[in-house]
């Protein structure tokens, strides 16, 4: 059974950086991990992919975030990161790891699990 523990989110001012973990139990390296993002009243979006190790192991981000944020995977510890630097006001959102079990992270709701969310703030 997957179960996802995101830690790592708290309040920064603008410039700021921050460090977010996903602790991934249940996985493997075929799995698609990723970080997405909810502001109030949105619908998730995608921040961060990176590719299983049996698909093409690609990473993909998303423009808004390109050059500022890192994401990296330790298949070892089954662990996610995300590495956010530059931070802006625009940045402050819930922030959720999810773990896919299509290595493009191209699956059904079933194939997929979600953390609970951990909580960016931006602001001066």
């Known amino acids: 059974e997957l179960f996802l523990v995101e830690s790592g989110g708290g309040s920064v001012q603008p410039g700021g950086s921050l460090s977010l973990s996903c602790a991934a139990s249940?996985?493997?390296?075929?799995?698609?991990l990723g970080w997405f993002r909810q502001f109030p009243g949105k619908e998730r979006e995608e921040v961060a992919l990176?590719?299983?190790?049996?698909?093409?192991?690609?990473?993909k981000y998303a423009d808004s975030v390109k050059g500022r944020f890192t994401i990296a995977r330790d298949n070892s510890k089954k662990t996610l990161t995300l590495q956010m630097n530059s931070l802006k006001v625009e940045d402050t959102a819930l922030y959720y790891c999810?773990?896919?079990?299509?290595?493009?992270?191209?699956?059904?709701?079933?194939?997929?699990?979600w953390g609970q969310g951990t909580q960016v703030t931006v602001s001066s």
């Open positions: 999810l773990a896919d079990r299509h290595g493009l992270c191209e699956g059904k709701p079933w194939d997929q699990s």
């Open positions: 249940g996985i493997d390296r075929s799995y698609c």
């Open positions: 990176i590719h299983g190790a049996y698909s093409d192991g690609g990473i």
